[in-house]
């Protein structure tokens, strides 16, 4: 954390054209043609431009496009907001410039226009391979266009990655062990790898509540945590997060800064961020609501709320969630003593759970399947 060092920027692109059952993001469906595109365009370069009065000169590491499905947006509104991004501030040499993007035919089609554009990587939601998984997903693409979209990626972007979704109902050990040796040989370097999990207020919530389908009960959804691990690790593809697996090199530098606890800015709809301002740690916020967030913008050229200061103990909580989900762990923050119950901490070292040093502190495998409960189970309940 350093209000110096390297910085990188989230933009959050808030419309689908449809959404899927087991998603929490904000996201909003449309129309296909119902964006005034040129107005949503220059909300992102009006933002910017606030963002760099506040935030200084710093070096952009990442540019990431994310939502919703922000491969909807038209390559020449890319072109025009990563200029903006290099007009406004230096970048780095190696800029990492992520767009996440569905893989559908009409979506891979403008993988050159993006890759022109200034794209330079791209992560593909695929979720599953193969078509019955894939409507019980709600996703929109079929498994014969998920590989024209991997192929197509593979040929345009030196760097790709794409998701898949595991432990899904009646999916078996042996159906997601050769799943994955077919991810693998796709792959090309990277790889992000979500356990099906159940998040409030979606249709799947109320689907499981009503007992229309069934996950893996806990004993079988660690032992397909534990096969990931294992597939992934002998291919040459370990994890350096909890769900994300890289061969060396090949890792997210933007989501490094998230994991690392860097600055980075959040603009877009809902879009979060951290920003280190004259010594102190913020937290940003943008509004919810589309048509609120871009009224704002316009009106006021910039769509957050007012920015929280993080206290001492804030800034500790937050590197500790984020830095414990890197399998590398993190150095020992200076408050470590002060927040943190050293008898606890001890039962889960004897555990195996903790791996602990007195420079740093990591998780173990085990650790990883317990990191939720974990980290409240290692904290001081009274802190002062």
């Known amino acids: 954390m350093n209000e110096k060092g390297q910085i990188g920027i989230y933009f959050h692109w808030p419309f689908c054209l449809s959404k899927c059952p087991y998603c929490d993001f904000n996201v909003h469906v449309v129309q296909k043609g119902s964006v005034n595109h040129a107005r949503w365009c220059a909300a992102y370069l009006k933002s910017l431009e606030h963002y760099r009065e506040l935030v200084g000169a710093r070096v952009v590491a990442s540019l990431f496009f994310g939502g919703g499905t922000p491969s909807l947006m038209p390559p020449d509104m890319l072109l025009a907001i990563i200029d903006k991004v290099h007009a406004l501030w230096p970048c780095a040499n190696n800029l990492e410039i992520t767009l996440e993007a569905n893989p559908t035919s009409v979506e891979a089609e403008k993988f050159q226009a993006f890759r022109d554009a200034g794209i330079n990587r791209v992560s593909i939601g695929v979720q599953a391979l193969n078509d019955a998984d894939l409507a019980f997903l709600g996703r929109k693409h079929s498994f014969s266009e ?30 997601w062990e050769g799943e994955l040796m077919r991810a693998v040989a796709l792959a090309k370097g990277h790889l992000s790898l979500y356990q099906l999990t159940i998040e409030r207020n979606t249709p799947f919530y109320f689907d499981h509540a009503q007992k229309k389908f069934s996950l893996p009960k806990e004993e079988l959804a660690a032992n397909f945590y534990d096969l990931t691990q294992d597939v992934l690790m002998a291919q040459g593809l370990p994890a350096y997060e909890v769900s994300n ?4 090199g090949q890792e997210s530098v933007h989501n490094l800064i998230y994991w690392n606890y860097g600055d980075y800015i959040g603009i877009g709809p809902g879009a979060h961020g951290r920003l280190t301002l004259n010594g102190a740690r913020y937290a940003s916020r943008e509004h919810h609501a589309p048509q609120s967030w871009l009224a704002r913008v316009e009106a006021q050229g910039c769509g957050a709320h007012p920015f929280e200061a993080l206290d001492e103990e804030a800034q500790f909580l937050e590197r500790l969630m984020m830095g414990l989900r890197l399998n590398a762990g993190i150095a020992k923050p200076p408050e470590w003593a002060r927040y943190i119950d050293a008898e606890k901490c001890g039962v889960a070292v004897e555990q195996g759970w903790v791996i602990e040093s007195d420079e740093d502190v990591r998780l173990s495998r085990e650790g990883m399947l317990r990191l939720n409960a974990l980290i409240p189970f290692i904290l001081k309940r009274e802190r002062s």
């Open 245 to 248: 697996h890289a061969s060396a």
């Open 146 to 175: 998920a590989m024209e979209a991997i192929e197509t990626a593979d040929k345009i972007f030196d760097r790709f990655s794409f998701d898949l979704i595991y432990a899904r109902p009646n999916q078996s050990l042996g159906d």
